[in-house]
């Protein structure tokens, strides 16, 4: 069955250091998102992307954030300069675009910022 | 803004029925979902419910949607081990129906 892979599963930074979160959506797929969940609190929607580019994002996603979709096949996001409470689950997920709501999630990268 | 809420924990025997509780705050939601996660895994959409239905059965699951009190609750049936996870209850935005909000999941834990 198709899935959702992302990579890596967790990573470990520096506050002020780069991050770039990888993901594989399923490959017939036109919707991909980004959501993440601190540990404790509610899965949080960050942005959506549909071709090529931000279709919507929440205000989480500030200037620190970006999503691309370099090869037709990765999506990322990008942290350019993390803080200690960008430390969380990161999820990434993929639709068809129906209108329903399913969403197909990876497994989730945790990143933890010292 | 939108809101969903939900238990954290739930604790069953091996055999019992399951009922995982959720409220919401956006009437206007054309959709509500729950969603799995089992250790290790991504999300996984065990089910939804159109905004104007009031029950939906599919196996094992019964989910039973009060509109006017906006709670949404997932019966699970016979419940077993394997059944162990988190449960998240979602709505759909009312501008995007693929943006999700998502409560913090209640933890279901099945004894034998």
């Known amino acids: 069955e198709p899935e959702v892979t992302q990579t890596p599963s967790h990573q470990v930074t520096q506050m002020g250091q780069e991050v770039i979160l990888r993901c594989v959506p399923i490959?017939?797929?036109?919707?991909f998102y980004w959501y993440r969940q601190i540990l404790g609190q509610k899965v949080e929607f960050l942005v959506s992307?549909?071709?090529?580019?931000?279709?919507?994002k929440s205000e989480i996603f500030d200037d620190q954030f970006s999503v691309e979709r370099p090869d037709g096949s990765n999506f990322t996001l990008k942290i350019r300069s993390t803080k200690l409470e960008d430390s969380a689950m990161y999820f990434c997920?993929?639709?068809?675009?129906?209108?329903?709501?399913?969403?197909?999630f990876g497994e989730g990268s945790r990143l933890t910022v010292l | 803004g939108e809101d969903v809420e939900q238990s954290l924990f739930l604790s069953v025997r091996e055999g019992d029925s399951s009922v995982i509780n959720c409220t919401y705050t956006d009437s206007s939601s054309t959709y509500l979902y729950w969603y799995k996660q089992e250790p290790g895994a991504g999300l996984q959409l065990l089910t939804y419910i159109f905004s104007n239905m009031d029950m939906k059965q599919d196996q094992r699951l019964t989910v039973l949607l009060n509109k006017k009190d906006k709670h949404l609750s997932l019966r699970i049936a016979d419940t077993q081990t394997g059944d162990s996870a988190i449960y998240f209850c979602a709505e759909s935005s009312k501008e995007n129906t693929d943006k999700l909000i998502f409560g913090t999941g209640t933890r279901l834990q099945v004894f034998p």
């Open positions: 490959s017939n797929h036109l919707y």
């Open positions: 997920a993929s639709s068809t675009g129906q209108g329903t709501g399913e969403l197909f």
């Open positions: 992307f549909y071709n090529n580019e931000i279709s919507e």
